[in-house]
């Protein structure tokens, strides 16, 4: 007992996970965040909170999950966000011509992911069309047809009458590298690879009107 | 003083870790629990045709179905022309033409019937999160649902096809359930005990306001329309599974879906009928997850009832964080209107929204697959057991091992026999996979 109130108090000396991070056996890449100023002194982390942590997660992993065969490792991830650099890809066309990021360097980039059964993506296909018919060399667009098949995706752009570039991402990797919950979402990217804008769901005129001022390519 | 300290700290962890393994947990877990112990992988259908989105069900007479959806021969309908988009390559047929396949067994998934194609005319039969649905009369006869794209090839906006065992050896001609066309998606079907047919789908043929309605019809065991379609609820998100489940003989009819409001707060609810399925109560919340999305998850919830009449509910969910995503839990005990509070299966370890199911066996144990991503950031299914007391929990288990990405798990259970199959995808190949243990009830 008396080792038990000992360790409470310990683990009670550790400032809790900061809001954004995970907990217990779930810890994983969602968050990738490294752990903040709760266990950092001075950039260092404190030898005796360090102990202490590894004390307490252990206890989590023992008491939660101690049974789980599988735990996640994280995978690298960097969630792009605005201001930081779009993440490489490297796919195929539809019509087989190889296309990612650096493809497009140079001009100013509209990144779209989308699907042939997603309900929003038909709704704002008309508006990417609009914008691919405007473009007028300001700036690519470019789309990523995500958890599709090449012959729905073939139907649709035949449906849907699209005019921009599309490929198809067979094994999910890109859509999971820019992170998307689900289609439709759309990254402005600048002619230098940096994202200045993302729009999640249907994107609207208006909307498409605001990012394409903030990478430069408004009429 | 600080060596010290940690020092001591870590002679304390090392106690903890020895003393912990017979304390008693927040969240209790099983330690006797042994793991599921599959089998070996078996495939279903001509690889070269791509076959995927299983479906696994029972029959009356003990037999195992399994219903999945592969590419047509024919390379592409006639009088479609390839646009300067279409032209083939890798394995993937370019034709949008699929049938809707099914075979059965009857020792358990050891062996298996020749597959029949089910589909009469050559169709571009729905697969993923959409795929057929399978459910038997009592005379053992198959009524088969799936959804088709409308009239301009638009996955969201389908019809509902139904087709039953002719008792000939074949099935009848498809026909659309829909009486508005081109308005439906996401048909389940499940036989009543009365020997009728339920069958609903998410609906928008009322296409404004937004979003879209539960509708339902009913069909009797020589498969005839017993009801025209019917609007039972609306508000529901337009793009996931729904789920079923009776009582008290069938009187009692509890659905499941995900909800969507103006502000894109995506909750689910369970709706309760007390006539039957002809009218449904106003739904209840599950859980406050608060997620909100613009765009369009998938990936609906699943719901099962044991013998106790708790009804156990799993979905997916990204809440209000990051850090909330993954999958949950709830119980509705004694036929309330208040679920427990949720519990996490597994937590979501990438930008995913993790397909899920269970089913619940003889012992009230209640069976959880869903698909989640393993270190290598690739999609596999994953199993996990909740014991008769509600509380423990068994271990995390990996079923799939996929080269590229395992999803959309079906499960089914009968006395002791558990049975699993999945999709399989790399690049542009797909297969169905499937599993069977024997677990102890």
């Not at chain 1, 940096?194 to 999640?200: C, G, N, P, S």
């Not at chain 2, 596999?380 to 079923?399: E, F, N, S």
Request: hydrophobic share 35%; net charge positive.
């Amino acid at each position: 007992m008396k080792t038990l109130a000992l360790v409470t108090r310990l683990i009670r000396r550790i400032p809790p996970f900061e809001k954004g991070g995970r907990g217990g056996i779930f810890l994983s890449a969602q968050g990738a965040n490294p752990p903040q100023s709760p266990f950092f002194k001075g950039g260092k982390i404190s030898k005796f909170r360090s102990a202490a942590a590894t004390c307490a997660i252990a206890t989590i992993l023992q008491t939660n999950a101690i049974h789980a065969q599988h735990v996640h490792t994280p995978p690298p991830s960097v969630a792009p966000t605005i201001g930081s650099a779009a993440v490489p890809f490297e796919l195929k066309t539809l019509d087989g011509k190889a296309a990612g990021l650096e493809t497009f360097r140079g001009k100013p980039l509209v990144l779209n992911f989308f699907a042939s059964w997603c309900d929003p993506c038909r709704e704002e296909m008309p508006q990417l069309n609009e914008m691919a018919a405007s473009a007028a060399g300001r700036y690519h667009l470019f789309g990523v047809a995500v958890e599709d098949t090449r012959a729905a995706m073939t139907e649709f752009v035949n449906e849907a009458k699209i005019t921009f570039p599309v490929a198809l991402d067979p094994n999910s990797t890109v859509k999971r590298r820019y992170r998307i919950f689900g289609p439709p979402a759309t990254f402005f990217i600048d002619s230098q690879g940096v994202i200045r804008d993302v729009v999640l769901g249907p994107l609207t005129a208006e909307r498409a009107k605001q990012a394409l001022k903030k990478v430069g390519a408004s009429r | 003083m600080k060596i010290l300290l940690t020092r001591s700290s870590v002679a304390l962890c090392c106690a903890l870790l020895t003393g912990c393994s017979v304390s008693s947990p927040s969240v209790p877990t099983n330690s006797a629990a042994r793991l599921i112990d599959f089998g070996p992988e078996l495939r279903f259908g001509n690889n070269k045709k791509n076959p995927s989105t299983p479906f696994l069900r029972f029959s009356p007479d003990a037999r195992l179905f399994v219903i999945w959806t592969e590419d047509h021969e024919t390379p592409w309908p006639a009088g479609k022309s390839h646009s300067a988009h279409g032209s083939k390559s890798g394995d993937r047929a370019s034709s949008p033409m699929r049938n809707a396949v099914l075979s059965w067994s009857n020792d358990g998934g050891k062996t298996w019937s020749n597959p029949k194609r089910i589909n009469d005319k050559v169709e571009a039969v729905q697969g993923e999160e959409n795929g057929p649905k399978i459910a038997f009369a009592p005379n053992n006869k198959a009524f088969i649902v799936w959804s088709i794209p409308g009239g301009k090839g638009d996955k969201t906006r389908a019809n509902i096809r139904f087709a039953m065992e002719d008792g000939e050896g074949g099935f009848t001609p498809a026909r659309t359930l829909n009486e508005v066309k081109d308005a439906g998606r996401f048909p389940i079907i499940e036989a009543m005990p009365d020997g009728n047919f339920i069958v609903a789908w998410i609906d928008r043929r009322i296409d404004n306001p937004k979003p879209r309605q539960l509708y339902l019809m009913k069909l009797d065991p020589r498969g005839q329309s017993l009801t025209k379609n019917y609007q039972v609820g609306q508000g529901l998100c337009e793009c996931c599974k729904l789920g079923i489940n009776f009582a008290d003989g069938g009187k009692t009819v509890y659905m499941v879906d995900r909800e969507v409001d103006d502000n894109k707060i995506r909750n689910h609810v369970l709706r309760k009928s007390i006539d039957g399925g002809a009218s449904f109560a106003a739904p209840v919340e599950i859980s406050n997850d608060g997620w909100q999305v613009p765009s369009c998850p998938h990936s609906g919830p699943s719901i099962g009832s044991d013998r106790r009449g708790r009804l156990h509910v799993s979905w997916f969910t990204q809440g209000r964080a990051e850090a909330e995503a993954g999958i949950y839990y709830s119980v509705l005990k004694d036929g309330g209107e208040t679920f427990a509070p949720r519990t996490m299966i597994h937590g979501n370890t990438a930008p995913e929204t993790l397909y899920n199911n269970l089913v619940v066996g003889n012992d009230d144990t209640v069976y959880f697959a869903w698909t989640n991503l393993d270190a290598s950031n690739r999609a596999q299914v994953y199993m996990r057991t909740l014991a008769p007391d509600g509380q423990t929990w068994g271990a995390i288990q990996q079923i799939s091992n996929a080269k590229g990405n395992a999803s959309r798990a079906a499960l089914a259970l009968k006395g002791n026999q558990l049975h699993i199959a999945w999709t399989e995808i790399d690049g542009e190949d797909s297969r169905v996979v499937f599993r069977s243990a024997q677990v102890s009830q």
